[in-house]
């Protein structure tokens, strides 16, 4: 019975069909910063490229467009240190010894293998001819365990006699080389037969200790390599027998990836000082210079005074010059193979700002087939905004006479007659429309319903992005190097009418940066900087009434314990200057972990501080957060069964501090406690205190309640708490909040078990506040749910009264299960989500999410309380057209009809 009551709560969302997929959201993969990549070594053209990112990240990308056939996550634990793409298979090694083969089209496990001991990585090395990859881990005793994994047999295990640092192959020769040092830190080598790895007696190559540093293997058996003396050494694997090199001894030694000797170069290159010598003497073109060695041969790669790369193939045929966007280089890799009789080379590099390209050369051409973005994995700041209107609503609405408001209905009542003049003469008003159905056009303007925004994006390696929300292309992109690992926040004139400027604020080890952004060109113009550096705490803007450039900037900084500083950028007025005087400003000191609060005076640049909270050192801040500035109030109050109203706590400078103790092993000690203070007194309004809890804990304020989560350690669970805020004896209907005669609040709490780890919390918002609102949740498994509040309401009773029901209050059942209609993100593998967006629409009902993850965004829509002001999108218009004409004919008919009987009765 308590569940068919509450069946109409579930009408409110609605399942996604198929064919709904793509239409109103999208996801952009992202894989994050490459740092090892593999081709198929087969003599033809790779269709698929293997990657492993920064992002401990594991996926097959498309060689034709660059799109993503499958990712994998690998385990936390775990970084993958090699990785082959042999015998269509994706092979990955990871530091536990842990090999992996993977089908590179679907992404499914074919085998993995590990040895009986699970030690450290230290070297591995591949048998083309055989199939076969030997690595080498340490043991407890100091040595080595040498492992070799075969694709169709069993792993073979056995030990080294000493500490093994590299392996070196020489297949025609049937031998293993394993160089390292024993006990005695002498430096050895000790060989291994490939049939049936057995191992012949060690030979002492120097008594003093070497560590290999850069290193490059030779065609004739030597390894020349730089060791921590800086002295250039060759080893000469054959007879064992090694020799310093003087003709380069102040060169750096280029190194490459190649183990085997039958494919390695025929000789070694060094870096003297910005110019590339061969072994030889012979001074190369270029400034820098990357080995590639293949089972073709070996490829080269020279990097001229224009950034401009010439590679040279294994027939010395130089290829065309390729630029990849003017940035440097970080890391590159490539491909040789034979094609209508002729060497073509496919090229992947990442650059520095994050721009992995994949390439095409021959020496006839060569040019950059796809991009992608991968500094998007990294993201500093995200704010969404409102497209430009058409000219007529440029203006201020406030200012429309009458004449105006008819001239603009009828402009786009005219508009509206010649886009379906348009659509009758094309053909295409009967056809079904495959994108958006409310967004008229694909055009960088707003929509009537504002569904179609700009996102802004700015990444902690100093990229700004401007992407449309709709197609989810990257409209521009620029690079601000001044923005790297800086914490930025975005600040935007608010007023009726639109302007595309933004400014950006950088807060770089405490030192300011101040650019100004077009959102619509991506134009950038840095401003006034000059700043003393300092500890900063926060910074405001403040647009003066006679000012047309860019706002002032309000900067407070930590002057000493305690003690807090203002320094102003730009030009503030006498009203400016009025109104920041009146209003209070709270800060947050995150060494210190204290929060102040107090008000500032213009003319003597300095704040005065009426109230500090200190977060005791015991504990560690989790998060400081407030009300977001578009909440709306969705109602005063809250109506009883018994027709009163019980009034909310609607205090608009709510702060809510999340801390939870330092203590990680002892769970007795450990403890969340969340606070809520008011930002103008500093007065705690509630706290809790969850024992036996720890992070991660995420919270969100809003109106007069809070939804706050943590992890609890003793039931081993993710838990979430609601708060609500209701007046006391007061019921005034005050137009106006006033802090310092406010009483206390009533505080209603009550505790859930969530069913999925949560990672972030978020709020939905509307124009109005008309539309419940909802919590979205993002989880650890990659989900994003729309959790309306009626579900996390504190009054509900684990035996129900009997006005629950009038008042719309479920039963409390402790686990909060998530269902699949629920989930925004419906199926799409998103990956552990970071934080949501939220954006408000023309439409009530409506507004629009970003959700950001390391491995991606995901755009789409939230309907709180469903899509009571849009028709659906099967809605059949055409019927009801047709309907609609009838009875108007019928009317007509009728009356026509009733006038001949009438006449007809007249007569008679």
Avoid at 417 to 436: M, R, V
Avoid at 623 to 648: C, F, N
Avoid at 781 to 787: F, T
């Amino acid at each position: 019975m308590r569940l068919i009551s509450f069946l109409p709560l579930f009408g409110l969302i609605s399942a996604l069909y198929q064919d709904q997929v793509g239409k109103v959201d999208w996801k952009l993969d992202v894989l994050g910063f490459p740092k090892l990549a593999a081709f198929d070594d087969a003599n033809a053209q790779a269709d698929a490229i293997a990657l492993y990112t920064e992002q401990n990240i594991l996926a097959s990308v498309s060689a034709e467009d660059g799109s993503v056939f499958w990712k994998r996550t690998m385990p936390v634990s775990e970084k993958v240190e090699y990785l082959y793409y042999a015998n269509k298979l994706i092979i990955s090694i990871s530091s536990g010894g842990i090999a992996r083969y993977w089908n590179p089209e679907s992404g499914a496990l074919f085998k993995e293998v590990y040895g009986t001991l699970q030690s450290q990585l230290i070297d591995c090395a591949r048998l083309y001819s055989k199939s076969i990859i030997i690595c080498a881990m340490s043991n407890e005793s100091g040595m080595s365990d040498v492992l070799v994994y075969r694709e169709r047999k069993t792993l073979f295990e056995t030990k080294s006699s000493i500490l093994v640092e590299k392996i070196i192959t020489n297949e025609e020769n049937n031998l293993i080389y394993l160089l390292g040092k024993t006990a005695e830190n002498a430096f050895v080598m000790e060989a291994l037969n490939i049939d049936d790895f057995s191992t012949e007696p060690v030979q002492i190559l120097s008594e003093e200790s070497i560590i290999l540093r850069e290193f490059a293997l030779v065609s004739d058996g030597r390894l020349v390599f730089t060791d921590t003396k800086a002295k250039t050494r060759s080893i000469n694997l054959k007879d064992g027998t090694m020799t310093d090199i003087s003709a380069v001894a102040t060169c750096q030694v280029i190194t490459h990836s190649q183990k085997e000797i039958k494919f390695a170069p025929d000789q070694f290159f060094g870096n003297c000082g910005g110019i590339v010598r061969s072994e030889s003497g012979e001074v190369l073109d270029g400034r820098r210079m990357e080995i590639f060695s293949t089972r073709l041969g070996t490829v080269t790669a020279s990097l001229d005074a224009q950034n401009g790369w010439t590679l040279t193939g294994v027939n010395a045929k130089k290829t065309a010059s390729l630029s990849f966007g003017g940035s440097l280089v970080q890391s590159l890799w490539t491909k040789s193979y034979n094609w209508k009789n002729k060497e073509h080379l496919q090229v992947l590099a990442f650059s520095e700002d994050g721009t992995l390209f994949f390439a095409k050369a021959s020496s006839e051409a060569s040019t950059v087939a796809w991009t992608r973005e991968e500094s998007l994995a990294a993201i500093s700041h995200v704010q969404i905004f409102d497209l430009p209107p058409e000219d007529a609503l440029l203006e201020d609405p406030s200012e429309w006479s009458f004449s105006r408001r008819v001239q603009i209905q009828l402009a786009l009542f005219h508009s509206y007659i010649n886009q379906l003049t348009d659509k009758l003469k094309s053909g295409s008003l009967s056809e079904k429309k495959n994108g958006d159905p409310l967004v008229s056009t694909s055009e960088l303007i707003r929509d009537q319903f504002n569904l179609h925004k700009l996102i802004f994006i700015v990444t902690k390696n100093g990229n700004l992005f401007g992407i449309d929300s709709l197609s989810k292309d990257i409209i521009w992109k620029r690079r601000v190097p001044e923005l790297k690992e800086c914490k930025t926040q975005v600040l935007k004139d608010a007023g009726p009418r639109f302007k595309s400027d933004i400014y950006i604020v950088g807060n770089c080890n405490n030192q300011v940066k101040y650019f100004n952004v077009d959102i619509m060109s991506g134009s950038i113009d840095e401003l006034n900087n000059e700043m003393p550096k300092s500890d900063i705490l926060r910074v405001d803007s403040i647009r003066s009434s006679t000012s047309s450039g860019a706002p002032a900037l309000l900067v407070f900084k930590k002057v000493d314990v305690g003690k807090v500083g203002l320094e102003i950028v730009g030009e503030i007025d006498t009203a400016a200057a009025d109104k920041i005087e009146r209003t209070s400003f709270w800060l947050y000191d995150s060494n210190s972990q204290a929060l102040f609060g107090g008000k500032i005076n213009i003319e003597s640049k300095t704040f005065k501080n009426t109230w500090t909270f200190q977060i005791p050192a015991s504990m560690k801040v989790s998060q400081v957060t407030a009300a977001p500035a578009s909440d709306v109030l969705h109602s005063q109050g809250r109506p009883l069964a018994d027709r009163s109203v019980m009034e909310k706590y609607l205090n608009p400078n709510i702060i809510a501090v999340l801390a939870e103790s330092k203590e990680e092993s002892d769970l007795e000690q450990m403890f969340v406690n969340a606070f809520f203070l008011d930002g103008i007194t500093g007065e705690v309004i509630h706290s809790c205190n969850h024992k036996r809890a720890q992070g991660p804990a995420k919270i969100v304020v809003a109106e007069n309640w809070a939804v706050f989560s943590y992890w609890s350690a003793k039931m081993y669970r993710t838990e979430v708490t609601s708060v609500e805020f209701y007046k006391g004896n007061d019921q005034g209907n005050a137009t106006h909040w006033d802090a310092l005669s406010a009483e206390m609040p009533v505080a209603i709490q009550k505790s859930f078990i969530s069913s999925e780890e949560i990672t972030s919390l978020a709020v939905t918002q509307s124009q109005m506040g008309i539309t419940n609102k909802a919590v979205l949740i993002g989880t650890k498994s990659g989900k994003i749910v729309s959790l309306p509040r009626v579900f996390l309401d504190p009054r509900r009773r684990l035996v129900p009264a009997s006005t629950d029901r009038e008042e719309g209050i479920m039963p409390y059942q402790p686990e909060l299960r998530f269902p699949p209609n629920f989930v925004l993100s419906y199926y799409q593998n998103l990956g552990p989500v970071n934080d949501v967006k939220v954006a408000i629409t023309g439409l009530e009902s409506t507004c629009t999410i970003l959700g950001l993850t390391d491995t991606g965004l995901f755009w789409t829509r939230v309907h709180p309380s469903g899509t009571f002001d849009v028709l659906k999108d099967d809605f059949d218009h055409m019927m009801i057209s047709v309907i609609l004409i009838g009875f108007v004919g019928a009317t007509y008919a009728c009356k026509i009809f009733a006038q001949m009987k009438m006449t007809n009765r007249l007569w008679q």
